[in-house]
């Protein structure tokens, strides 16, 4: 910690190796590389995490830079309202808006959600990730997880229809989620949301990719369609009404939690239900997603799950069950 009146910014690269591999229909990773923002001031520190995502041209080097950048001006007395206007949605803005969250509860000596004026978080059940893979590796993957309430699956295009049927096989108790990563296509997409129907999935996320999904419009849906790649802010909602049934908040796409629970509001006014989602990362990046959590249909929050090792301090998992942040994590 650092004791300056002056906030202090502060930032690293943190690299967390994945349990085996984690696979999605754009490639497979092994390791979770984040970003780490500090800001520190009369002996307080504040945290908040970030993952960049390739998919929208980010990578961890200019990450750090792009919040490296900003420290002259938050010794110049950057706030987190400044900050929304300071820099664009995505993952640096993340990091440094979570980070003054965390400092500003700190110095009040209160907890996020109440500084904020937001409900207590409590214990919600969190999907758990399937990787995507031949029908029968996906099929053990499930099995081993079918003790599960709720699984997200990876789909990824061509052979779906018999991925999704060996995994309701393995797993016929689960709520089961389905995660395309745009994968699909017009010409297979009523075939893929039938599959998907006929095995009782609850939610599809993502089949088609952003600004090419006008065919969600066009078909009757058997089962609801949830935009992710296709939603970021709170600008972005009202033009996915009619394609999308649902939207995923990542803190890591709106650019912190600021944004996060705004566009909650404002998706819940519109209707929309909500999944509060995350990159593969550690608890520091959960913890302020739980503040999402009482508006949410959908928590998909497994990121330390999927780790070979979390971070000192991390939520508490018990099988499904995530439980919200000690103070000693975040918030």
């Not at 010794?75 to 003054?100: V, W």
């Not at 409590?122 to 990730?129: K, P, Y």
């Not at 018999?162 to 089961?176: F, M, Q, T, V």
């Not at 890591?252 to 909500?274: C, H, N, P, V, Y």
């Amino acid at each position: 910690m650092t004791s300056s009146k002056v906030p202090v910014l502060a930032a690293r690269i943190e690299r967390f190796p994945i349990a085996g591999s984690f696979t999605i229909s754009r490639g497979a990773k092994t390791e979770a590389v984040t970003v780490v923002a500090e800001l520190s001031r009369n002996g307080l520190t504040g945290r908040g995490e970030c993952v960049p995502y390739p998919r929208y041209g980010e990578t961890p080097e200019a990450t750090l830079a792009a919040i490296l950048t900003m420290q002259e001006a938050v010794r110049g007395g950057l706030d987190r309202q400044a900050l929304q206007a300071a820099m664009k949605p995505g993952a640096a803005r993340n990091a440094l808006d979570c980070a003054f969250i965390d400092l500003e509860a700190k110095q009040a000596g209160v907890r996020a959600w109440n500084l904020l004026d937001r409900p207590s978080p409590g214990m919600r059940t969190t999907a758990f990730t399937i990787s995507l893979g031949t029908p029968e590796a996906m099929a053990a993957a499930t099995a081993r997880a079918a003790h599960r309430p709720l699984l997200k699956i990876k789909l990824g295009g061509d052979g779906d229809p018999e991925r999704i049927a060996a995994i309701r096989k393995a797993a016929p108790e689960s709520e089961l989620v389905v995660d395309a990563n745009e994968a699909w296509t017009p010409t297979n997409l009523e075939a893929n949301l039938a599959a998907c129907a006929d095995v009782g999935v609850t939610l599809v996320e993502q089949p088609l990719p952003a600004g090419r999904d006008d065919a969600l419009a066009m078909i009757k849906r058997p089962v609801a369609v949830c935009a992710d790649e296709s939603v970021h802010t709170r600008e972005t909602l009202a033009s996915l009404r009619g394609r999308y049934d649902a939207v995923n908040i990542k803190l890591d796409k709106s650019g912190g939690l600021t944004e996060a629970l705004a566009m909650a509001d404002a998706a819940q006014a519109l209707g929309f239900e909500i999944m509060i989602g995350c990159m593969v990362a550690t608890s520091l990046s959960m913890a302020p997603a739980m503040l999402v959590t009482p508006q949410a249909r959908f928590v998909d929050l497994d990121g330390p799950l999927l780790l070979a090792r979390d971070r000192d301090h991390g939520l508490r998992y018990d099988e499904s069950l995530i439980y919200p942040p000690d103070a000693s994590l975040w918030g």
